[in-house]
């Protein structure tokens, strides 16, 4: 069963990150600037790539601990 949840796991994150991909490509790829009205949007990028950051540590280090049974 622990397979499983970690192929799941595998799954979403590839999803995520198709997600992300078609997100950058439409939006700032074809010449588009969709946050450039927006006072501080650097900030809110860097806070947003920090908090990625440590979900990605979190689930990493969930998966890799070592079970108890």
Do not use: C
């Not at 450039?36 to 540590?57: E, K, S, T, Y």
Request: aromatic residues 14%.
């Amino acid at each position: 069963m622990a397979g499983n949840s970690r192929t799941a796991l595998y799954v979403a994150v590839l999803v995520v990150m198709f997600i992300i991909f078609v997100l950058i490509r439409e939006l700032w790829q074809k010449g588009g600037k969709p946050l450039q009205n927006i006072p501080g949007v650097d900030f809110w990028a860097i806070g947003l790539l920090v908090v990625f950051l440590i979900l990605v540590w979190y689930i990493h280090k969930k998966t890799t601990e070592p079970s108890s049974k």
